[in-house]
């Protein structure tokens, strides 16, 4: 069964780790948001890119889930003494990725083509595909600083401000990556990993329109609150109660199936009025038995959608 994945960073990488031990590398092909990409200290850095990249790899820091395990600090701290921004926090490791993509696309290369070499230097069988080739930055729109780039957001200001909006700057000149709409097209489904519906997923679905019959998404909603990340309060503050059900609504027309936690059981009946097949399990991944786990019962319900 051939899947393509849609993915943001910590959710979206753990499940699309979870497939992986399953399927073989020419039956999954992960396509990842970049509208988080932004330029710091000089370099050009993909959060989710590497978030996934490194945690397909076994390379990602098990606590964070982001950023690289057994990483030191030593630039970083010589850049605190000397006053440079830092409060966006590279690693070692990390920031030699990021010299290495950043001199790449200087001279003129494309990010995925770079992706598809640092994969194979990290031993990534699998194939992951940037969603676009072209900026395309998330602009959060906040009540109190007014428009903000993503990470701006996300890092600098800790999720603070309220939001009341989204948008993705440029989107009208972005195309899909090499190989994104193939991918798609030769799929048997899609599925929509347990990302931020606003910020990780909605850009991917705004470069690359799904036009597919079998698409499912797994709730990164559990019990009306996120395992990580701003998803939920984004809900609230756009005055929508978080939950597995407005995770439905949120991609409904786009779902043939809805896999979302057995803590959410009483929800089942409003999501299948959308329209929709669904499934309930434990779908936190708390480790990678969880994240195998969870993509079994992922591709057992595709199954019974095919
Ligand atoms: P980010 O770009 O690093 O914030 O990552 P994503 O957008 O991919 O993931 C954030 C979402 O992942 C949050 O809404 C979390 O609730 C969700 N998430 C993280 N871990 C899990 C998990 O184990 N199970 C489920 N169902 N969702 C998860």
Request: charged fraction near 25%.
């Amino acid at each position: 069964m051939k899947i393509v994945a849609l993915a943001g960073g910590v959710g979206g990488a753990k499940l699309a780790h979870g497939l992986a031990q399953i399927l073989p590398p020419e039956n999954l092909t992960t396509i990842v948001n970049t509208g988080d990409d932004f330029e710091h200290l000089g370099l050009n850095i993909s959060p989710d890119l590497d978030t996934v990249c490194y945690t397909l790899a076994g390379l990602a820091n098990p606590v964070t889930g982001w950023g690289r395990v057994d990483e030191s600090w030593n630039v970083f701290e010589n850049l605190e003494q000397l006053g440079a921004p830092t409060w966006f926090r590279l690693g070692d490791q990390d920031l030699g990725t990021h010299l290495e993509r950043s001199r790449r696309l200087r001279k003129g290369d494309t990010l995925s083509a770079i992706t598809n070499d640092f994969c194979k230097a990290w031993g990534i069988k699998h194939t992951i595909l940037p969603m676009t080739d072209d900026p395309m930055p998330t602009i959060v729109d906040t009540v109190e600083k007014g428009e903000l780039t993503f990470q701006e957001y996300f890092v600098h200001q800790c999720c603070k401000p309220k939001v009341k909006g989204f948008r993705f700057e440029a989107v009208e000149k972005a195309r899909p990556a090499p190989g994104v709409l193939e991918a798609i097209d030769q799929a048997d489904a899609i599925v929509i990993c347990p990302s931020n519906p606003w910020v990780s997923i909605d850009p991917i679905l705004a470069v690359a329109s799904l036009n597919h019959a079998c698409v499912v998404a797994l709730s990164p909603i559990i019990g009306g609150e996120t395992v990580k990340g701003p998803a939920a309060k984004m809900y609230r503050e756009l005055e929508i109660s978080p939950s597995a059900l407005a995770v439905a609504k949120h991609y409904e027309g786009l779902l043939s199936g809805f896999i979302f936690d057995q803590v959410d059981k009483e929800l089942k009946f409003e999501i299948e009025n959308l329209g929709m097949q669904t499934m309930m399990t434990d779908s936190l991944m708390k480790n990678l038995e969880g994240k195998i786990r969870v993509a079994k019962d992922v591709l057992k319900f595709i199954d019974t959608l095919l």
